[in-house]
């Protein structure tokens, strides 16, 4: 039996080297949506994951993941309580 090879859409919210947040699809050269807080961004990206049942990955000021989140049916779903 085959795998499925389409991977979920991955949203990352991600420090901007001009301070801004921006929330961007992998693959994509261009965010989505540049903002000024990284909860703004985290909305934003939260929003398209569960239009496009994917998971959004939010990076910390230091460029290391903070937290992860999967909105669509996760076929390995987490363990950890953190929502």
């Not at 569960?50 to 996760?74: C, L, T």
């Amino acid at each position: 039996m085959a795998k499925n090879s389409q991977k979920p859409n991955t949203q990352r919210v991600t420090r901007r080297p001009d301070g801004k947040w921006q929330h961007k699809a992998d693959g994509n050269q261009r965010a989505t949506r540049i903002t000024d807080t990284q909860q703004q961004a985290w909305d934003s990206a939260i929003q398209v994951a569960i239009n496009q049942q994917g998971e959004v990955v939010v990076h910390g000021m230091d460029g290391k993941i903070r937290s992860k989140d999967s909105y669509g049916s996760d076929p390995n779903p987490p363990k950890d309580k953190e929502h």
